[in-house]
């Protein structure tokens, strides 16, 4: 099951996961949610890593 971590392009904080039965299940729901220029994804989210996101506490997890 893939996982998809999508951030805040404006501070690279992280703000859900979604996960499904394959990529293109996750990303037509990250694109209906969260589908707007404030907002980017990846699959690889490198948390603490320079250039990675920074984790949120806060962060919605969505299970499909």
Do not use: Q
């Not at 996750?26 to 920074?54: H, M, Q, R």
């Amino acid at each position: 099951m893939p996982a998809l971590y999508l951030y805040s392009l404006e501070d690279r904080a992280h703000v859900a996961t979604v996960t499904g039965a394959d990529h293109a299940t996750v990303e037509a729901k990250a694109d209906e949610i969260y589908g707007s220029n404030d907002y980017g994804w990846t699959y690889s989210p490198a948390f603490g890593a320079d250039g990675g996101l920074t984790e949120n506490g806060d962060a919605e997890e969505i299970c499909l």
